[in-house]
């Protein structure tokens, strides 16, 4: 059983950053893929990013390449996604996805489906 608990959210003006933590605990997080996903209202959840354990590979939705970038560190149990650049589209809920299973492609990686364990979301709002 993995637990995961997001924080950093919070208001921001467009062009500002943001920072968002998960905390893992409960399973080997070192072996563990780590995603973001976030939801806005009326919306259905959509992949962020993901980074694998193995390498360290990292995916991103093309409407965040190059504004978002996710890390881990392993020691912390802790996953990251430093958000620049915001814009008033990325509003929404985001939440702290995981798994032990990796896949070859990227497709897979973005899919709801490929996650066992979510947290319960931080908020992000980014006034335009």
Do not use: H
């Not at 430093?82 to 973005?110: H, V, W």
């Not at 947290?119 to 335009?128: E, H, K, L, N, P």
Request: charged share 20%; hydrophobic share 30%; with cysteine.
């Amino acid at each position: 059983q993995v637990q995961l608990v997001e924080s950093g959210g919070g208001w921001v003006q467009a062009g500002g950053s943001l920072r968002l933590s998960c905390a893992a605990s409960g399973s080997t997080f070192s072996r563990l893929v780590l995603g973001w996903f976030r939801q806005a209202p009326g919306k259905e959840r959509e992949f962020v990013s993901v980074i694998t354990w193995s390498s360290g590979r990292t995916y991103y939705a093309d409407s965040v390449k190059g504004r978002f970038t996710i890390s881990r560190d392993n020691a912390k149990n802790t996953v990251y996604l430093q958000m620049n650049s915001l814009k008033f589209e990325d509003t929404a809920i985001y939440y702290c996805a995981a798994d032990p299973r990796e896949y070859l492609g990227s497709d897979l990686y973005s899919r709801t489906g490929s996650y066992g364990y979510w947290g319960q979301g931080t908020q992000v709002t980014v006034s335009s």
